[in-house]
Each structure stands twice: as C-alpha cells, then as structure tokens.
C-alpha cells in the first residue's frame, strides 16, 4: 500500500488538503482529498491516460427526508433537478453536452442520500462540470416540467411494480416500526406526488422548492472529480464551480435505534413472489457496525456462516437436498442500524424443511460460538484482501468517481479507497458482539414461496406484495435455542490457494500488441497474448471446446445447460477456496460449443485448472442432484414469462433473426422429459468428436500456453477418447437475411406486466468497417434526441432507448420503448421520430457533425480497464472465427474520415421510414386483455412505409428466409500443420 498525490491545493477556497490517501501499488492514478471553504468534501482524481473523464455528486439527503405526506419527494427532485439552470436554461442542454461528448448521465435515490453522476470525453470535463455543478447553485424546477416529471417517477414506479426485489422491499418496510423513516415508500408515483396532494391543496413544486432549499447543502454534499488534468488544475476546477454551492451547516446524522419494535421481531414472514422462487432468509438486526471497518466482525461472521468447503452448513444442506445456494453476511442498510443474514435458496424439499434448515442455522452459529475466534482466520482474511487490493484491477473512472462519493459519506478521506483491502485490527471481542445479536429472540424469519398463494392475510400497499405475518412461538424459540452442535458443521480450513509468488514472467524485447496464432493443428489451436497493459501477476485461460453434440436438438441443448450448472455445484467445494483468492472458473454452454473460463492470480493457476478440467472430463452427476437441478431449470424456464417486456421483446427480435436459435419457451417440455440416464448418455458423447480453440491472456508465456494446450489435448484423448472435428461439423452462426422492403410485425402477449413494449428491429447488413462507423455516428447522433423526443417530452414511457445490435457478423439497430400506452400509436411515435430525424440530419451543421465524430472516436477509443476485459474483446474474435482484433483502432481511424454527406445517404438508404433498403422488423409485447392501455394524446400521421406483414409462426417465418453467409475472416489462418509465422 501506498499514498500518492504531489503538490499543494490552491489555497483560496479550501478548508484542508489530504494528500497522503492509500491507494494501491498497481494504481496509476493520482489523488488529492480536500474540503472546500463551503464545507464541501471532494476527491481529486489525475489520470494523465484517461480518455474519459467522470465526475459524481453524493448529496447525503434522500427519501428518508422525505416530508410526511409527500412519498417519494427526494426521488422526484432528482429528476427535476436535471432540467435546467439559471446559466444554462435550456431543458435539455446538460444531457445534450454530454452525449455529443461520448458520455452518459444518470442519478439514483436512496435513503439517505442522492447521488449524481457523468462520464464525458476527457478534453470536455471543464465544461460539463460547468452544467453539473449549476445543478446545485440555480436548479430552475420549471413549473410546465412539474406534471411531466411526476409522471416519469410514475412510470419508473410502474416497471417495478411486477419486481420481486422492489416487493421484498416494501414487504420488509412495511413490518418495520411505522414510526422509523426506513418505513417510508421514497420511490413515489403520481398518486403521492400529484394526484393526493392536490386533493389536500398540496403545490408539490413549492414543497420540492422548500426541500431543496432545506437540504441541499454543501456540508453534506461529496464529490469526485477524475480526469487527466493536474490535481492542482482539478482542485481549481472544484473550487472555481463548486464553493458557490451555499453551505447550511446542517446536519442528518442516522436515525438513532433500530427499525424494529419488540413485536417486529420472533415474526415469520411468508410472501408470495411474482416469479417462482424459493427462499429462506433469517435476519439479525444489530447495532450500527460499517465504523468498524478496520476489524470487520460482521464479514468474519459472514466468511464462516457462508464458507463453501466441506464441513459447511451449505454442504449440510446440499447433502439432505434442502438447497443449492447460501449466503451470509452484512445486509445493505442506509446508517444508524446494521442487519446480519443467512439467504437460503430452497429446494422444493427444502421448503417442506425450513424448520430443519433453520435448526441447522443455529447449530452453525452455536458451533461459532462454542470457540473463541481465531486470529489465524482473520490474518488469512486481511492478508486475501491486501493481496486483492494491492493487484487490483483499475475501474472505469465513472465506478470509480460513484463509490467514491459513497464512501466519502461515510469514511476518512484517507480511507475510502482502501477500505476493503485494508483491515488489520483483529478484534476478538466485536466478533463476539456480532454473533451475540444472532440469536433466535432477535430475528426475523422471512419465507418466500409460490406455495403461500391464497394462504396469505395482507397486500403491501404500494407494490400489491401479498404476504403473513405470525409471531414465532415461545416452543420454536426454545427449541433453536437449545441446539446442540452437529458432527458434520466445522470452520473451514486454511487456504492452500492462497498466492506467494508475484513474479512477472518475460516477455519478448517486442512483445505483441493483440493475440497471436502459437499453434493450430487437427485438432487445437492455439492464441497467446502477454500482457502488455497492466503488469499484474494475473492470468485468463479460455477455452473452447467446439462440439455438434449441443445443437443436435432442443433435448440436447438443455442436456449442456444441466451439465454445466451441475458441474459447477459438484466443484463447489474444491473450487471455493480458489475463489476467495480470486482465482474462478466458469463454463457455459453455447449453440455450438462447450466453454470454460479460469482466470486469477497465475501462481495457482496451472493447478487449479487442471484439477478443474480432470474433474470435467470424468464427472458423472449424481441422481439426486440431477433431480434438484431439473427441478429448478424447469421452474426458471417457467419463470421466464414474468420477465419484463423489453426483455420478451428483444429475445423474440433475436430469435426472429438468429439461424440456429432457441427460445426458452421452446425448451420446457424437453427440460421436464430429462431423465438422469439420458443426461449421462449426453456428457459420454459430448465430447467425443470435438475441435479444440485455447487462448492465454495475461502473466503467462508462450512455453507455458503450449504446455497446458498438450496437457488439455492429452487428458481429452485419454479420458474421451475424443477425435478431431471433421470440416463438415464445424459450422458458424449465421443470420436470417430480412428482404429489402420488409415490414414484419410479430405480437406477443405479457401476462405478468402492465406495460406494452415496442421494439423496432432495422437490419442493415454486413459488418465491415465503413458501415459499423455510419450506423455508430447515426446512434451517436439520434441516441439523446430520441430519448429526450420520446421519454422527455412525449412521456411515452421510462425505459426508452436504441442501440447498435451485432451478431454472426451482421448488424442492425434497435429502437425500444416500454410503455403504458397503446403499442400502435407508440410505434407510430417512434417512425415519426425517424421521419423528422432525417430532416434534421439533412440541416445538421458541419460542426455539430464534428462534435459527434469527436465523441464516437471518445467512445472507441476506450481500453479494456483489466485482462478480463481484453479476453473478452479478443475471444469474441476468435469465437466468431473474424481474428479483427484491431477492428475498433480501424474504426476510430476511419471515423476521423467520414464525410457528413456518407452519414446521410446511410441514414436515407436503411433507417428512414422510406428507405429503399430497410428490413424492418418489429414486435409488439402487450399485457393480457384485461389491462387497459393508455392513449398517446397527438398520434402522428404514420410516414410512408411498407405494407406490414403480420408474422403468426416464428418458426415458419424462420424456415423460409434466405441466410446470410457465414462470416468470413478477417485474416486467413494457416493450416493445420503449416507453418506459423507468429511463431517463427
């Protein structure tokens, strides 16, 4: 660990300066801590090689601030704060700024605090500062955006009506004391913020005025600001914008005392979910315990209760096939209060055993308590998290700039980036605190279950959650007090994965700069790529094992999906250990492939992963847990019908236009006729006939990459018998190739939500550089301004966006709006959109041009931030069978080319409502029949379009369209055998 941070703060306008911040020793980034004159907190941040900058506002004020009588004020100040200021009027300029500039805006509420945040290109920081910090000097709240606003809280509100975390939530809060603030409803809706205050004669702006002018003061504010500028030009930048902020001197400490009356806890809660899911939760509220940070008691409780290694109440439970996940530790709370919990994600055995797997809780907790806490454990721990922190992965500068701004709330400014990697004060006797709130005549017991319906005796009052609530009986409380301890419960044992060795290996004098070919034979071949970027002793394997078998039916396909889950429940014991040292596999089935991922520290790596792939090449599941999976995947794929509807909505556009593709719906019935022989059947077979791709990225060397590539092929041969695939079964996604002309609508039916969604997919064709750059510099500038159309100014719903989608070397764009309104008149609305938008292109201004290619060329020219990023970027590559690693450094070249004029007739020929070659094709997601929709007040004339084609059978429209070609490479790979000439 390290401080940095070098020269002195501007004096004028700052109170002090904290230059001696610990950071970690593979961070490059500079730092200054300071607060200003007003009272303000701020962090500087330098990193002279960003190519974003970022910036966030924590105001420590939120819903519970919230005057009585107006639910949700904090939430609904939030989004008006965004329109407008005295300096820069105009409603929409911030968001504007920003998005021509490469960059996001966004904010969030939460209890106690209110938090604003950007990223924007690096030479454009100033400036959108300029507009963020006016935010909080001379906010406008216009009166004619009041309704408005309201009614987007209101659609926020109506998408997460039907969610079951928001309905646990206000569960959880309504059997809270209904005196404590933690029982207040702060998301609000138009009920609370418009239409009840009315009736009482309530001016919801003038209360939103009082709120702002009550709360909004910079003592309580914190702020981060990362960019490439020097600290001293960063710190001026705060003090220029920021101290005219004025200062209250107020003060909101944490509302003193638990949440909870007596009568609120020894309760047992039973909730009905929307989806079908399962779960036990035991929750112990304590005394507030986040000011402990340098000793962690609540995460050493954690780290045992929730251990996965053999002797774990998890590996209990799994035995008596009670439950497939725990997990345990600190609940999030806002301050002033803390909660431990134990989460239990139950079988359908489980659930007809919770009083066993509750026994089973305490008889843990009882062991814990039965021994004094060991130093060695908390050493292990702190010495992990040091290790973590020492090679920690660099974050995005807006990640980076939010948790700041969280923990800067909370912490000393020399602490908050440190917090979780710097513990080492081992205190015995607030280990002990902790697990003496963990008992039966403190907790709360909450169940959720389909199998509650009709059982239940309350409805929540804002989300509808029905649920119970009953005292726990004197009996059970006895009984879970008196637990003996259970022969098969122990505390985990020291950690052999622990790393020792950081050394960095050599590299070539000139080492490559993407990943290059080392081998490639029959049957492997081989990608290496050093790290050249980071310099951490870190390492990814992917590897892909190329096979017909998954696709062979939809039968099989779920058959891959039980054998990797299966696998990895099977391995969780092994693998546990491993992965609190940050070293993880991971395998996913694909169409046409078998994957697995192992990534970490490169010191254990080999070891790890060869035990890991042993164990896949030999695993034969068990009956038992075959028969809890099964259950499971069919209640997920039943589950699948209460996703929201954008989500329905972008799945079916995809399934419309994938070649080889499955649709969750399509798969119940082949998931319930699995059988345990059959998915035995399927693994003997997966990978007898196989084609195998390996690529190393990070720590490793050239040597090392063939030497497991060998390994991996010989254990292949010698416990599957497995043979190269022959070039008949090697096959690529392909893409349905809709007709120029084209209108399809395709309409589905919710019903779980309320809200329609609309999703207009256009296709455009191939993917070659040219066009990836005119249909990013189209979404570069058509992305705010269908928003700010669509979302702001229509109202037509919350979730409202477009996007560039790719796939199978093919591209198209996407336009979404969910929505409470009339799907009809919604799509209407949107290619009225696309006609005006046209226009505007025709009349855009050379330099509003250059704007958007200075901010497209902001976008692409973004890094990976660690090498899990980087084999992402490069393995999508291989996986594609394309090897343009470079294709975004191409695309940032030829957008600083493009003429105005390409970007229009592009826009003419594939977007407009009347382009001649425009594949359109849409789908309509609309609630069940008796949920009535909204109007569209205004609907415009529809523009001139095809003659819709109405799409009844998805998988008769798939047969008969015509295929894209495969997608070709970018380079030609030598043969198998030939020589390499990366590795000459």
């Known amino acids: 660990m390290a401080s940095n941070g070098n020269g002195h703060a501007p004096s004028h306008g700052v109170k002090c300066v904290e230059d001696s911040i610990i950071v970690s020793d593979a961070d490059t980034r500079k730092y200054r801590g ?185 003592n309580i504010m914190t702020l981060a600001i990362l960019g490439k500028e020097s600290l001293d030009e960063l710190t001026q930048m705060a003090v220029d914008l920021f101290l005219p902020i004025r200062n209250l001197n107020i003060s909101l400490p944490p509302p003193e005392g638990l949440p909870f009356r007596s009568e609120d806890l020894k309760v047992e809660i039973h909730m009905v979910p929307i989806k079908d899911k399962r779960h036990l939760s035991l929750q112990f509220p304590m005394r507030d315990m986040r000011h402990h940070y340098k000793s962690v008691p609540m995460y050493y409780v954690g780290h045992l209760i929730g251990h996965e ?10 035995k008596e096939g009670y439950c497939t996940v725990l997990e345990a530790g600190g609940a999030f709370t806002p301050g002033g209060w803390d909660m431990f919990e134990v989460h239990v994600d139950l079988t359908e055995t489980g659930l007809e055993h919770v009083e066993d797997i509750i026994h089973y809780v305490f008889q843990y907790i009882a062991l814990m308590k039965s021994k004094k806490p060991e130093e060695w454990i908390f050493r292990e721990l702190s010495d992990i998290a040091a290790m973590s922190f020492r090679f920690q992965n660099q974050c995005e500068p807006i990640h980076q700039v939010t948790d700041a701004v969280d923990r800067m709330q909370d912490y000393p400014l020399v602490d908050v980036l440190s917090i979780e990697g710097n513990f080492d004060e081992f205190r015995p006797d607030l280990i002990e605190e902790v697990l003496s709130f963990l008992t039966p005549e403190n907790s709360r017991i909450e169940v959720v279950a389909k199998a ?90 992917a590897l892909q094992i190329q096979t017909p078998k998954i696709f062979e039916s939809e039968l099989s396909y779920c058959y891959s999906v039980f054998f990797s889950r299966l696998f990895h429940d099977a391995m969780a014991e092994f693998s546990y250990m491993a992965t609190r040292c940050e070293i993880n596999f991971q395998t996913s089935s694909e169409p046409r492939a078998f994957q697995l991922f192992v990534t970490g520290y490169d010191d254990k790596l080999r070891t790890f992963l060869e035990r890991v792939f042993l164990e896949l090449m030999t695993f034969e599941p068990s009956n038992e847990r075959f028969t809890v999976f099964k259950e499971q995947i069919v209640r997920d794929i039943q589950n699948y019908s209460a996703e929201i509807p954008y989500q329905h909505a972008s799945d079916v556009i995809k399934h419309l236009t994938e070649h080889r593709s499955y649709r969750l719906p399509q798969l119940l019935a082949h998931a319930q006729a699995s059988t345990p022989e059959g998915l035995k059947q399927f693994i003997s077979e997966i990978f007898s006939t196989c084609q195998l791709v ?135 609305c949107m290619e009225a959109f696309l006609q005006d938008f046209e226009e505007k292109l025709d009349n855009l201004t050379d330099e509003l041009f250059d704007v958007a290619v200075e901010g497209l060329v902001v976008r692409l020219s973004q890094r990976p931030k660690n090498i899990y990023g980087e084999l992402a970027q490069y393995w999508s590559e291989v996986t594609s069978n394309r090897y343009c690693f470079d294709i975004r450094e191409q695309c940032t070249k030829h957008a600083k080319t493009v003429k105005k004029e390409e970007v229009v007739k592009f826009y003419k020929e594939f977007i407009t409502p009347s382009a001649p070659r425009r594949r359109k094709c849409c789908v309509h997601v609309v609630p069940k029949e008796d949920v009535s929709m909204g109007e569209v007040g205004d609907v415009p004339d529809g523009p001139s379009m095809s003659k819709v084609e109405i799409v009844s059978d998805i998988e008769e429209f798939r047969t008969k369209m015509p295929l894209y070609d495969s997608m070709k490479p970018y380079v030609t790979l030598p043969k198998p055998g030939a020589a390499l000439p990366c590795s000459e």
């Not at 904090?74 to 329109?83: D, G, Q, R, T, Y």
């Not at 609309?758 to 500038?781: D, R």
Request: aromatic letters at 10%; glycine letters at 6%; hydrophobic letters at 35%.
């Open 694 to 828: 390996l690529m190393t990225v990070g720590n490793a060397t050239k040597e090392e990459t063939i030497s497991l590539s060998e390994w991996i092929e010989t254990k292949l041969i010698e416990h599957r018998q497995a043979k190269p695939l022959s070039t008949e079964g090697l096959w690529n996604h392909q893409q349905l190739k809709l007709p120029d002309g084209c209108n399809y609508l395709h309409k589905m039916v919710n019903g779980v939500h309320t809200s329609a969604c609309v999703n207009i997919y256009l296709q455009v064709g191939e993917q070659n550089v040219q066009n990836n750059v005119l249909l990013l510099l189209v979404h570069q500038l058509m992305e705010e301004k269908f928003f700010d159309a669509l979302r702001t100014k229509r109202q037509l719903g919350y979730i409202v966006g477009c996007s560039v989608k790719r796939s199978s070397g093919i591209q198209g764009y996407s336009l979404v709006v969910q929505s409470e309104k009339n799907p009809e008149h919604v799509e209407l």
């Open 309 to 318: 290694a053999r002797g774990s109440l998890l590996s209990l439970l799994k």
């Open 452 to 541: 509650f319906e009709g059982k239940t005796d309350r409805k929540e009052k804002w989300f509808g959650g029905d649920y119970s609530v009953a005292p726990i009986s004197d009996e059970r409380i006895k009984s879970w007090s008196s637990v003996g301890l259970h022969p098969e419960l122990d505390i985990p044992p020291r950690n052999d994965f622990v790393p020792r060795h950081f050394d960095l290996k050599a590299k070539d004098s000139e080492p490559p700069s993407f990943p290059v070919l080392i081998k490639n034979s029959d049957h492997v071949a081989v990608w290496f790529k050093p790290d050249t970027l980071f310099n951490l002793p870190k390492c990814c394997v």
């Open 34 to 218: 300071l607060v200003l004159e007003n009272g303000m907190t701020v962090l500087a941040i330098q990193d002279e090689k960003a190519t974003k900058a970022a910036a966030s506002l924590n105001v420590g004020v939120g819903g519970y601030q919230d005057p009585e009588g107006l639910p949700g004020l904090a939430h609904f100040c939030e989004h008006m704060l965004f329109l407008g200021t005295e300096k820069f009027p105009e409603e929409n300029d911030y968001h504007q700024f920003i998005d021509d500039h490469g960059g996001s805006p966004n904010a969030v509420t939460r209890e106690r605090s209110t938090k604003y945040f950007f990223d924007v290109s690096v030479d454009h920081l100033r400036p959108a500062l300029d507009r963020f910090s006016q935010f909080f000097i001379a906010p406008l709240f216009n009166a004619n955006c009041t309704e408005r606003e309201v009614n987007a809280v209101d659609s926020e509100f109506e998408q997460n009506l039907h969610q079951d975390g928001w309905r646990a939530a206000h569960v959880f809060a309504e059997t809270c004391d209904p005196a404590h603030p933690h029982a207040k409803f702060y998301c609000g809706n138009k009920a609370t913020l418009w239409t009840e205050p009315q009736a009482k004669g309530v001016d919801v702006r003038e209360a939103l005025l009082s709120y702002h002018s009550k709360y909004y003061s910079s």
